[in-house]
Each structure stands twice: as C-alpha cells, then as structure tokens.
T-cell receptor, first 115, second 114 residues
C-alpha cells in the first residue's frame, strides 16, 4: 500500500507528558499538512510543509506544538506538556504541487487521549 | 476568511430514499470544492470534487455541482443504501491561500435504515 501512513494509530497519555506522532506521506508528494479533528467537528488546519520548509502555522498551534519534516520526507508532530484539551484525532495529508495541488490524500489519523 | 457551512445532522433516511446534504462556502479566491466521507473508525476518503464553476463531480452514485452564483456545492444521491451510513464533510481549497490548505465544514452524519 503506498498511501499516507501514520504512527501510532492510538496514543493514551497522562496530562503533562510529551507525545510525538509520525506521518509518512505518499513518496512523490512534496506538500504535507497536519490537521486536528475534535469530536463532532470537521478537521482544522494546523500546519503545512513544502518539502522540508514549514511555510504556514495556524494560530491553533500553540508553543507546546512543534512539527518537523527533515529532508522533506516523513514528518513528526510533537506536543509537549499535554493537556486534556489536546485530546483529538491528528490527521496528516499529502499532495503534489502544481495543478494537482488541490487534492490531498489523508492518512488514517492518530487518536490522542490525554487523561 | 474562507469558510464552509454544512447542514447539521444527523440525517436519518430509509434505504432507497433521496439524499441531499447542503453545503455553502465563502472564499477570497476561486476555490476547488470537495466532499469527503468518513466511515466509522476510518480516515477521510475523497468522495468527489469540482474545480470550476458548473463542474459536476460524481462518484458511487453521489453527485455535486459547483454553483458559483449561489456559492454552493450540495451533495445528492438518488437512492441511498445502508452502506452509505457515514459522516460527510464538505471542504474547500483556495489557491489564493498559497498553501491549498483545506477548510472543512463541521460534517453531517448520515444514518440509513434498512
């Protein structure tokens, strides 16, 4: 399967702990996005990479959140000092550039539960 | 800023009924429009898309037409099945944003009864 993959699929942590999620995009896709989806809501944009450059961050991304995409391949999203309000599904998506930039392909998501 | 408004759910229909889920949008530029579906326990799957005015996207019996004059992209299906039970999200991607990030609606849950 050559789709977008995310790891882990589920993460349960205690408040105050740090967590890190990984996303592996479709191999030829140079655009990568992170979204957050809370219960009963649509996904909300968090941040965007083109290759290794992080070009936009949402105001939703507080100082406790950091994302990287070294070498323009996989990406990681780290949350420091987790809070109960961080509990959500974290979705990764990737796309091509140019005319095909519009269509994003989503991974299965990482469900985070903060106790 | 850009936004997407969907009709609230849940929508409950009997099998073979006609489905309409309303979606309207506001955008700075000339966006592309999408419908995604999320089945229980699964990720988002692209259902259909349209990139310019009067385009009709279609897939698996679902259709939606990009109406620029009414800024709408309503999802329709002539005869729903139990297997169509899922949450449906309308989304836009505005090239004017530079990033092509998606703006999603809140989702509409569809339940189809046998």
């Amino acid at each position: 399967d050559t789709g977008v993959s995310q790891d882990p699929r589920h993460k349960i942590t205690k408040r105050g702990q740090n967590v890190t999620f990984r996303c592996d995009p479709i191999s030829e896709h140079n655009r990568l996005y992170w979204y957050r989806q809370t219960l009963g809501q649509g996904p909300e944009f968090l941040t965007y990479f083109q290759n290794e450059a992080q070009l936009e961050k949402s105001r939703l991304l507080s100082d406790r959140f950091s994302a990287e995409r070294p070498k323009g391949s996989f990406s990681t999203l780290e949350i420091q000092r987790t809070e109960q309000g961080d509990s959500a599904m974290y979705l990764c998506a990737s796309s091509l550039t140019g005319l095909a930039a519009n269509e994003q392909f989503f991974g299965p998501g990482t469900r985070l539960t903060v106790l | 800023g850009d936004s997407v408004t969907q009709m609230e759910g849940p929508v409950t229909l009997s099998e073979e009924a006609f489905l309409t889920i309303n979606c309207t949008y506001t955008a700075t530029g000339y966006p592309s429009l999408f419908w995604y579906v999320q089945y229980p326990g699964e990720g988002l799957q692209l259902l259909l898309k349209a990139t310019k005015a009067d385009d009709k996207g279609s897939n698996k019996g679902f259709e939606a037409t990009y109406r620029k004059e009414t800024t709408s992209f309503h999802l329709e299906k002539g005869s729903v099945q139990v297997s169509d039970s899922a949450v449906y999200f309308c989304a836009l991607s505005d090239p004017a944003s530079g990033t092509y990030k998606y703006i999603f609606g809140t989702g509409t849950r569809l339940k189809v009864l046998a």
